[in-house]
């Protein structure tokens, strides 16, 4: 059974380009959350998508950040005109049961993206 | 006020010795409490939960939790230098937190 997937696991990007992460959640898994690992800090809440539906997404900026997660295919979060401040690691994890069912919250994580803005 | 707080360390420990890690958190109406570890450049893996007051032990780890102080603790017994990590206390009330991580490290 093939645990949380991501792709690409480091990505170098020039300022002004876009990134895009991809996560594969593990079968049988339809929750996903993405998290931002900056140095020295913890991991930071970003969005929490079910299949075809963002229901959280109050710990992504406003602008230039956007995550999908359609019916077929990995969740996508997509960074556009990158900046360095972006520079961190990316997490993705999930879960087989939604968010607030208590006692069922517990989520695995990916191996991470680390993504590079020059 | 963090969300989650721990001390970021480093924690320095001789093999063989009890590895003490703490965590307090600020939202009272929290539910779940985790433990993961996370090795230099890799991914966070999830060591244990814990929901109820009290102790829950599995293995060499043993988490407490004290809801009316909000403090939760991982101990780690007969700590091995495979355990040098840092150590993540994630909170769940309606959404995740995550301390920064504590920096422990097993002497052998």
């Known amino acids: 059974n093939a645990g949380v997937m991501q792709n690409p696991r480091h990505l170098v990007r020039r300022r002004g380009q876009e990134a895009r992460l991809r996560c594969s959640p593990m079968?049988?898994?339809?929750?996903v959350y993405w998290y931002r690992q900056l140095p020295e800090e913890g991991l930071k809440f970003m969005v929490y998508l079910q299949k075809e539906n963002i229901i959280d997404e109050s710990g992504m900026p406003k602008e230039r950040f956007s995550a999908e997660f359609p019916k077929e295919g990995p969740s996508i979060l997509r960074i556009q005109q990158v900046v360095r401040g972006d520079s961190a690691a990316y997490f993705c994890?999930?879960?087989?049961?939604?968010?607030?069912?208590?006692?069922?919250?517990?989520?695995?994580f990916g191996p991470g993206t680390r993504l590079l803005v020059l | 006020q963090k969300e989650v707080e721990q001390n970021s360390g480093p924690l320095s420990v001789p093999e063989g010795a009890i590895a003490s890690l703490n965590c307090t958190y600020s939202d009272r109406g929290s539910q779940s409490f985790f433990w993961y570890r996370q090795y230099s450049g890799k991914s966070p893996e999830l060591i244990m939960f814990i929901y109820s007051n009290g102790d829950k032990e599995d293995g060499r780890f043993t988490a407490q939790l004290n809801k009316a102080s909000q403090y939760v603790s991982l101990l780690i017994r007969d700590s091995q230098p495979s355990d040098s990590a840092t150590y993540l206390c994630a909170v769940f009330g309606n959404q995740f937190y995550f301390g920064t991580g504590t920096s422990l490290t097993v002497i052998p």
């Open positions: 994890a999930s879960s087989p049961f939604p968010q607030g069912v208590l006692y069922q919250e517990t989520q695995y």
């Open positions: 079968k049988g898994h339809s929750h």
